[in-house]
């Protein structure tokens, strides 16, 4: 059955090589399962060689990993591992991508920067995909020569195990364009919903209120731990601990969004804030509290 809102599936495109931008923790995730269910070259890319390496080494142990639990035998390996690549330089290898998803920085002028780079190099058709999980998708294409081309493709950590695919329509993308969203999500296995363009789209936003409450209670003086112990059993995961497997930083960055967005409704919490500008990626402190110093 066709998810609501998708278009006709016979308006989209093969997709036949990948590129990501970004080789961070998301884009890993991205390159991992690109290859593992489309079978195409994925080339991802960074600004420099040593994020570039992290990022296809982290790949490869992931399908070793997988060989190891008897999830998929040697010459898949193989062949997996071999469709990995990595590069410094997107002009040489996007150029036969049909299908280019970006997830680097949160932050709209980075964004923009980035596709307008690959905008030079790819074939008027090739695909845009974003991952941002809070930023307008119109506004993301408005300067580019082909706003048509740019969707949104929204993934939740951990990507391979959650089934949620948001797929953001832009004020300009074309049939065509979200014809090949849907039926990449698909051969992804993801669920895919087609949500509007409004800030965090569905999920954050829903989350969003929830973390927004969650953190005025730490605020209050509540220690982390007695927040998070109070889910067990409730929830699959306890809010600090999805903060941090989402990332400090992308977590406060949702929260600004929505805060900006509808300020009665979104908190912006200080120690959030605070441990974001610290830069601390291990943020639970001794005694429970939020700010590790
Ligand atoms: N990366 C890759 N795979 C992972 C993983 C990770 N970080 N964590 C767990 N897994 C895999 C495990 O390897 C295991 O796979 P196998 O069955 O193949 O061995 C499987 O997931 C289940 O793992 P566990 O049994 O160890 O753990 P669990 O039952 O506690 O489930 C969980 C783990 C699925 C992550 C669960 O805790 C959960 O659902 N957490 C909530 C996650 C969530 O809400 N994500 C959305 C965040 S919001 C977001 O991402 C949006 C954004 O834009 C910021």
Do not use: W
């Not at 290898?93 to 190099?121: L, N, T, W, Y």
């Amino acid at each position: 059955k066709r998810p609501a809102g998708a278009p006709d599936r016979s308006l989209a495109r093969p997709v036949t090589k990948v590129g990501i931008v970004g080789a961070g923790l998301m884009a890993s995730q991205l390159a991992l399962l690109f290859v593992r269910r489309l079978e195409v070259p994925v080339v991802l890319t960074d600004l420099d060689q040593e994020r570039v390496d992290k990022g296809v080494d982290y790949v490869h142990a992931e399908i070793d990993k997988l060989l190891a639990k008897g999830r998929i035998n040697q010459d898949k390996a193989n062949r997996h591992k071999a469709l990995v690549s990595g590069s410094v330089d997107k002009s040489s290898s996007f150029g036969d991508a049909d299908f280019v998803i970006e997830a680097v920085f949160e932050e709209m002028s980075v964004k923009k920067s980035v596709f307008a780079d690959v905008e030079k190099v790819v074939s008027p058709e090739c695909v845009l995909a974003t991952n941002t999980s809070s930023l307008s998708i119109t506004e993301m294409a408005a300067d580019l020569e082909h706003p048509e081309r740019v969707v949104g493709f929204h993934f939740f950590n951990p990507v391979a195990v959650m089934p949620l695919l948001e797929i953001v329509r832009g004020s300009a993308t074309s049939d065509e364009t979200l014809a090949t969203a849907f039926a990449t999500g698909k051969a992804l296995k993801k669920t895919t919903i087609l949500v509007n363009d409004s800030p965090s789209f569905i999920v954050n936003r829903l989350l969003g209120r929830f973390m927004s409450e969650v953190s005025r209670i730490v605020d209050a003086g509540t220690p982390i731990d007695v927040v998070d112990g109070s889910f067990g059993g409730v929830a699959p995961m306890p809010p600090f601990t999805l903060i941090a497997l989402v990332g400090p930083a992308i977590a406060l960055h949702n929260t600004e969004t929505l805060a900006g967005a509808f300020p009665d409704r979104f908190y912006v919490s200080p120690a959030l804030q605070r441990v974001v500008e610290a830069r601390k990626s291990a943020y639970f402190g001794p005694d429970g509290s939020l700010d590790p110093e």
